[in-house]
């Protein structure tokens, strides 16, 4: 439609972050969203760690592999989400 002339400012949280970005600098129908259903799908554990899953509910205690992560490890563990590999890896290398 051609509206990516006519907008100064894309304000998003999440999702509406990595799409308006692409928006606005005229990539969307190539390569917006197919981080959606082959970039993050695919990554496996890079992206989301299914194991710490239990530790994001509050349950990591019942996990005996998370019961290091909760007890020693900064912040109580690490999170399930990846961001770091959401932002850098796909973001901005793909």
Do not use: C
């Not at 194991?51 to 592999?65: I, N, S, T, Y």
């Amino acid at each position: 439609l051609g509206l990516e002339d006519t907008i100064d400012v894309v304000y998003g949280a999440s999702a509406g972050t990595v799409i308006g970005s692409y928006f606005i600098t005229k990539q969307l129908p190539w390569f917006g969203p197919e981080i959606y259903y082959d970039s993050l799908p695919t990554a496996g554990k890079s992206f989301l760690d299914t194991k710490r899953l239990l530790r994001a509910l509050g349950v990591g205690l019942l996990h005996p592999l998370l019961l290091v992560d909760v007890l020693f490890r900064r912040n109580n563990g690490k999170p399930a989400l990846n961001l770091d590999f959401l932002l850098n890896t796909t973001m901005l290398q793909q």
